[in-house]
């Protein structure tokens, strides 16, 4: 036993051992170091992704933005269009109602006028444009 052994009681690992502990260790501090010296860039290049992402970000939030405007102003365009439609379907109705004994064919223009206001209304549910935010189902995607 060396002197260190007994003055601590403990096995003391003879030089080949040491040798390879330290061959150990040495490995792994080159290892630390080869990542220590590309930590820089490492931190970089994650800087730079982090920047890009913004950026990306930023731009998708700014398209969300126009893609909604764009939606409020052609619903807000369409449902005038629809309203004055259904005003006119409204007006041929109650002209054909009124005419319904004078004239012959007006069960027809009738008929027609209500497939007409079920197709505007059909389109109307079926156009996510259309949908206005003061509808329930406005949250809704079909």
Known sequence: MTVLA????????NG?????????????RRQLATEL??????LADFREGVANFRVVANRLADTTEGIERMREFYAAGSLDAT????????????????AKAALPGTEIV???MDELGR?????YDFNPFWRS??????????
Do not use: H, N
């Not at 080949?16 to 792994?28: G, I, K, N, Q």
């Not at 010296?37 to 490492?42: D, E, G, I, V």
């Open 133 to 142: 935010s003061d509808r329930p189902d406005a949250g809704q995607s079909r």
């Open 37 to 42: 010296w590309a930590l820089p860039k490492t």
């Open 83 to 98: 309203r004055r439609l259904e005003d006119a379907m409204s007006a041929v109705q109650r002209r054909a109602s009124a």
């Open 110 to 112: 009738q008929a027609a």
């Open 16 to 28: 080949a051992r040491l040798r390879e502990r330290w061959s150990t260790f040495d490995e792994w």
């Open 119 to 123: 197709a505007v209304s059909a389109m």
């Open 6 to 13: 007994r003055r601590y009681r403990l096995p003391v690992a």
